[in-house]
């Protein structure tokens, strides 16, 4: 069952997207949903490395600039971000806002936070929870041309 948290960034999720600790969440891997032109869902998967919330109310997302993501970003511009861990599940609501920053073969999008919501088990599900979120390797190397390149673009102002 989701409850809402409201339209911005609770701070441990601030913390969490903030890339504060970006080398423990390294091998994580979030979902992000965008819209296709025929209203269909468009899952794709980030890691922590693409994305950066720049504020509470702000995420930076960095993805390939001809992408199919990316073309839902700039043209339906709704996103919902996947949080999926063993402590918790987020679903961030989002829109881009703005003309995305090209740096090909990149494009930073500026996400709004329009609601956030938390899902819990309910009670009928007796304790069900996630173990574990979605991981993957090996992990991008912080210093090599693509991350470094990535961080520079979603640090960029």
Same mark, same amino acid.
């Given at each position: 069952?989701?409850?809402?948290?409201?339209?911005?960034?609770?701070?441990?999720?601030? $913390?969490?997207?903030?890339?504060?600790?970006?080398?423990?969440?390294?091998?994580?891997?979030?979902?992000?949903?965008?819209?296709?032109?025929?209203?269909?869902?468009?899952?794709?998967?980030?890691?922590?490395?693409?994305?950066?919330?720049?504020?509470?109310?702000?995420?930076?997302? &960095?993805?390939?600039?001809?992408?199919?993501? *990316? $073309?839902? %970003?700039?043209?339906?511009? *709704? *996103?919902?971000?996947? &949080?999926?861990?063993?402590? $918790?599940? &987020?679903?961030?609501?989002?829109?881009?806002?703005?003309?995305?920053?090209?740096?090909?073969?990149?494009?930073?999008?500026?996400?709004?936070?329009?609601?956030?919501?938390?899902?819990?088990?309910?009670?009928?599900?007796?304790? *069900?929870?996630?173990?574990?979120?979605?991981?993957?390797?090996?992990?991008?190397?912080?210093?090599?041309?693509?991350?470094?390149?990535?961080?520079? %673009?979603?640090?960029?102002?």
């Amino acid at each position: 069952m989701s409850r809402s948290l409201g339209a911005a960034l609770p701070p441990d999720l601030l $913390r969490a997207l903030s890339q504060s600790d970006l080398t423990a969440r390294l091998g994580q891997a979030l979902p992000l949903i965008t819209l296709d032109a025929a209203g269909r869902p468009h899952p794709m998967l980030l890691s922590y490395l693409e994305l950066l919330a720049a504020g509470p109310e702000v995420i930076r997302l &960095v993805v390939g600039a001809h992408g199919s993501s *990316a $073309r839902n %970003l700039a043209e339906r511009g *709704a *996103a919902t971000l996947l &949080v999926v861990d063993a402590e $918790r599940t &987020v679903y961030v609501k989002c829109r881009a806002h703005g003309q995305p920053l090209v740096a090909a073969p990149l494009a930073r999008f500026t996400l709004r936070v329009e609601d956030v919501l938390e899902d819990s088990a309910a009670e009928w599900e007796g304790g *069900a929870r996630i173990t574990s979120g979605i991981v993957y390797g090996p992990p991008l190397a912080l210093d090599s041309d693509p991350a470094r390149t990535t961080l520079a %673009l979603l640090h960029q102002d």
